[in-house]
């Protein structure tokens, strides 16, 4: 089963923040944030493991409710590198991906 | 470090005809992914490997879709015959053990065409 994202896209101006929520029908072992630009690979953002736990890099950071099977990517003080589409993938036995949240920053 | 190698990038056949896209994944890394992923969508899982064993394949269809990874190592993936609906990148990637609390690593993909 897919995980449902929200919002299906976003338009920022640089320096705005922004959340993208994913979740799951399923229980979960571990959530993963991918990005992806047009015409290349995902890129690996980051991991978050049952626990609760919160993660973030830099500006970009990441929560995990196991409960609710819900995780969110925020999003702070967005670069014109930020722009791309994020994914979610959810890990139950394999890792299904949401449909995508395409992000835009512009100057 | 090498990272997740695909080829073809790039093929362009007609439908009915046969393709096969090749992976090798990153070094000692036991788990193989191939993903599809649809102009607009996002990746789907089409089979899952843990060395040379089949850990998922409950999406792939397997009337004219196979995949092998013989000796746990290098993977191919083929399609035959083709539909039109089976225009798509295909990305492979890789994970050290399996996705539970390991980083995916994908390669740059297959850009295939049926026309």
């Known amino acids: 089963q897919q995980p449902v994202q929200s919002p299906q896209a976003v338009i920022l101006r640089e320096g705005e923040d922004a959340v993208i929520n994913c979740s799951s029908s399923k229980a979960l072992y571990s959530v993963h944030w991918y990005r992806q630009k047009h015409g290349e690979a995902p890129v690996f953002l980051m991991i978050l493991l049952k626990g609760g736990e919160q993660k973030g890099h830099d500006k970009i950071s990441a929560s995990f409710n196991e409960k609710k099977q819900q995780s969110s990517l925020y999003l702070t003080a967005s670069q014109l590198s930020y722009s791309g589409t994020y994914f979610c993938g959810t890990v139950n036995n394999d890792m299904r991906f949401g449909a995508g949240t395409r992000l835009t920053v512009k100057p | 470090e090498a990272g997740v190698a695909q080829s073809p990038r790039y093929k362009i056949i007609e439908k009915r005809q046969s393709v096969a896209f090749w992976c090798n994944p990153i070094?000692?890394?036991?788990?193989l992914y191939w993903y599809q992923q649809i102009l607009g969508q996002g990746p789907k899982l089409l089979i899952q490997f843990q060395n040379n064993g089949v850990v998922d394949d409950s999406q792939l269809p397997k009337d004219r879709f196979s995949a092998e990874r013989l000796k746990g190592v290098d993977s191919t993936l083929k399609i035959q015959p083709a539909k039109l609906e089976d225009s798509a990148v295909y990305l492979c990637a890789s994970s050290l053990l399996g996705p539970s609390g390991n980083t995916i690593y994908f390669g740059e993909g297959s850009w295939l065409t049926v026309v």
């Open positions: 070094s000692g890394h036991a788990t």
